[in-house]
């Protein structure tokens, strides 16, 4: 199912601008997963500053997902469920051989029970191992 840019922003309450659409076109277009250097070169004539900026505004209202990929690098996904609608924390992948991160949005993060006091505001889950394209 394809998603629009105009209803990822909607749903979350933020404002349409030029900018903040075509910042948010480039992360659906990637196909899963895609890092700040590689929206700066799928964006390349936009400013680099437009780009972070839009997606600190994008990942505080919620409709992207920060991840750590394991390699370092901060990869931001769309969190959405098999209607498109926005869901909670899916699964990550991370090959070992080939270092692709892949969003694994059939399986959901197990909700967790902290001791008391401890308050969960981000949770991810990163799996490593080696892909089927590797095996
Ligand atoms: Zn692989
Ligand atoms: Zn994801």
Redesign the pocket.
């Known amino acids: 199912m394809h998603v629009h840019a105009e209803d990822i922003l909607s749903t979350h309450h933020i404002q349409a601008t030029a900018m903040r659409l075509l910042v948010m076109s480039a992360i659906i277009d990637n196909d899963g997963p895609v890092s700040l250097n590689e929206l700066e070169t799928a964006l390349e004539t936009v400013d680099k500053s437009t780009i972070s900026r839009a997606l600190n505004l994008f990942s505080a209202k919620g409709a992207l997902r920060e991840i750590n990929d394991g390699n370092g690098s901060r990869r931001y996904c769309i969190c959405k469920d098999a209607e498109g609608h926005s869901s909670g924390s899916h699964v990550h992948f991370t090959?070992i051989?080939?270092?692709?991160t892949v969003c694994i949005e059939s399986v959901q993060v197990p909700s967790i029970e902290l001791p008391e006091g401890y308050k969960i505001s981000e949770q991810s889950y990163l799996i490593k191992g080696?892909?089927p394209?590797?095996e």
């Open positions: 090959c051989k080939c270092h692709k080696i892909c394209d590797c």
